[in-house]
């Protein structure tokens, strides 16, 4: 018989890095690979925040450090790559997660430099930090994981929100792009798309009933996501359960791209 390998999610020995730390999903992914024994450094553009979570994952019994990031810039980002190696001695994990919401208009409202703004944080921010984990990754010669957080914006379009639905589509293509180009090395690339999920980029509708009932309705769940449901699959994703899963996107959305 064919000795099966039994899953485990345990991130021991692993360093993980994970941007947006600070709040919401990002946050929640950073708690999860601390308890799962991952070393994590927590990154954010609100550096109070990083530190915070880093300071919870550490009263959990945890190891972690936080560090200021703003994925849109090359030299930030290179040296958040930096410090995890200085202080972990390398990368297993990368997250690459921090994102933003944009402002909420049809595309004939919407200006070029709030198009620019949304693409540089939410697309090429994704393009530079993938680009420098893997770099790092590659020089380390063990392999690792990508993990990116698109949105279900990728498949429906961001009703309201074009920018934001673009640049996550785009995600979803540099995914497939650079899990071809860097599964010789080992390096998994995916990318999940959380649909509506209890964090502040969607405080507004969390704190107004009317709005609450009016979203959740097209959602055959019938709820939000709390971030810890969106998190649990990237820590799947980056565990060794997951070794033979690259360059795809998935959905945790409740229902709500089923249609119909
Ligand atoms: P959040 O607002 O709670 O967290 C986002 C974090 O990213 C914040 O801590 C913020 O300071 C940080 N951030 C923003 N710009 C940054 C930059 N330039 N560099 C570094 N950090 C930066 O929001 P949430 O919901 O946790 O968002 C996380 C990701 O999930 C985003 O990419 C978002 O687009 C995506 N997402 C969220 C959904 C939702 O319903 N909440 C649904 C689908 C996708």
Redesign the pocket.
Known sequence: MHEIKMPTLSCTGKCAVV??????????AALMLGYYGAKVVA????FA??KETAFAIQDRGGDAIACR?????AGLVRSLVDAAVEKYQGIDIFIS?????GEVAPLLEQSEAEFEKVLS??LK?GFLCGKAAAEQMIRQGRGGRIIF?????AMEGGGMHGP?GAA?GGLCTLVRTMAHEWAPYGITVNAV??????????REISEDPELYAQFVRKIPLGR??P?EE?ASLMLYLASDSAAFITGTSIVADGGATIGG
Do not use: E
């Open positions: 941007t947006g730390a600070g709040s919401g999903i990002g946050q929640a990154a954010d553009l609100d925040r990083a990031v703003d994925v849109s810039d997660n921090a994102g933003i919401g944080v939410n921010g957080t698109s949105s279900i914006a934001y996550k798309c959380p649909g509506l999920t209890q964090t502040a980029i969607n939000m996501a971030p969106i």
